[in-house]
């Protein structure tokens, strides 16, 4: 009765993850607006379908059209497809959304898949409902949702599979690295969380004995997981020329050196505050449960000494005994997700923006929410003397119980956003203002706009058709200016929807 009770209840749970999936990704396809980040990489895959090459209009790099711009951290694994979807003739920002949302659908499909394998269905369960549950929309440069034209979903959909093939297939787990890197690159931090998991999926032997293997190991994996970014550098070295090359590699270097961000430096306490306030619930209840789960963790890992069993004289099995990749697994995501929390946080130069270590959140989280789900069942099941018993499955449920309720609360609310009336403006409201300003351009063939400031003009210039430039870079100096409101270089060319099409100045 118990069993058959537990089966349903999986599927109602397996059902409604489904349908709050579904709502978040029709709205986040459908409704969000398309904002200023997606706009800015449209232009690399528009441009590639004009001829142009791997451009982007080089809003960020002087307003000129700029090959292999470092300023667009978003990588070829997702615009290349962009291209591809956009040379079919779909609309520009649904087609272009189909790519993240694809990823999105693989990110929690390979959280489901390694949630399985780690601690069964409700695992599974747990592990593929925690992105739902993190919240990277209310912020100043946001995740608005699963379909944002951004590569953080992308990285983290394929460190998720990597890790899923890891123990079998090192050389492919290494590839589909290589290809986060080039979705996302900050997607490199998870480099020390692979090691650590080769490492432990080694057979045990003398530490330099073992070190030794797993530097063998790793040999073909580390190729294979440099070969995609290899491949784009050695094609913008032919684009650009050894000179043109140069420039571009002392750009990037500034540009990951800097993060692209000139702001009041921040602290390690405010970062951590604000990844602990971005699930949902209050930020204590954040924190309570990951004590809780480690503390289960801990907990459950320390034998108990009245049993014996054949493998361990004088203690009880311990409950990873059984599944060697387990702790490849869950040290690795320890260690990976640590890499990037502690990056952001100790980076004071970076905003106070949860999107900057999303990738490893995504990545990482889903495993370890997996293996304290195991922990949890193996110390419920876990026979003590009696006087010990109750401590421990109390612990067992209070964690699970706060687990599961972190991760539903996020679910919930999630969806219930979506379905809210929206407050901010809408796709088709931004689509219907832009439109006047759109046959404007196609009737005057203007090739160039500025947009004042950066923000919302940047999005309705894209929209437009035009190439963007921003209103204050020289190349700009004789070129048209898109803004809100009113203009400063004298009376507006054409206007629509509370937006100004100014003269040149």
Known sequence: MIRR??????????????????????????????????????????????????????????STLTPFDPRISTGPVVLIPVAGILALGADPVIGARLVPLAYWVLLVVGCAVIGRRISGRFGALVAAALPLAFNTAESVSPIQGPADLLGETA?????????????????????????????????????????????????????????????????????????????????????????????????????????????????????????????????????????????????????????????????????????????????????????????????????????????????????????AVRAAVALWRRRGPSNSQAPVRILSVAALALLGGVVATGGVSDAGRALRAPAAETLAQQRAAVAPLAAWVRDNDVEWLAAEPWGGPVSSVVLTGAHVGLYDAPAMSRTMTLAYGSCRTGSPLTAAGGMVICPAP
């Open 155 to 371: 990285a983290a959909a394929l460190l998720v599979w990597a890790l899923i093939v890891l123990p079998r297939r090192a050389w492919l787990a290494g590839l589909l690295l290589g290809l986060a890197m080039q979705a996302k690159l900050i997607a490199l931090l998870a480099l020390p969380a692979f090691a650590v998991a080769l490492f432990l999926l080694t057979p045990a032997a003398p530490f330099r004995r073992r070190f030794t293997a797993t530097l063998r190991r790793s040999l073909l994996p580390l190729a294979l997981a440099a070969a995609p970014t290899v491949l784009m550098e050695l094609i913008a070295l032919v684009s650009l020329g050894i000179g043109g090359y140069a420039r571009h590699v002392r750009a990037m270097g500034g540009f990951l050196l800097s993060g692209g961000q000139h702001i009041e430096p921040t602290t390690a306490t405010q970062k951590l505050g604000t990844l602990a306030g971005s699930w949902f619930v209050p930020w204590w209840l954040t924190v309570a449960a990951v004590l809780l789960a480690a503390a289960v963790v801990i907990v459950a890992a320390v034998p108990v000494r009245h049993q014996r069993s054949d493998t361990n004289p004088g203690s009880a099995p311990r409950w990873w005994d059984r599944d060697p990749q387990l702790l490849a697994w869950g040290f690795g995501s320890a260690v990976g997700l640590l890499a990037f929390v502690a990056w952001w946080a100790q980076a004071s130069h970076l905003p106070l923006w949860v999107r900057h270590p999303a990738v490893g959140v995504f990545a990482f989280a889903p495993v370890l929410a997996a293996v």
């Open 5 to 62: 009770l537990t089966g349903t209840g999986f599927w109602i749970l397996l059902a409604l993850l489904v349908v709050a999936n579904a709502i978040v990704m029709w709205h986040s396809l459908t409704v969000l607006r398309f904002w200023e980040d997606e706009a800015f990489n449209l232009t690399v895959p528009r441009n590639l379908l004009a001829g142009l090459g791997y451009t982007s209009d080089g809003t960020l790099s002087g």
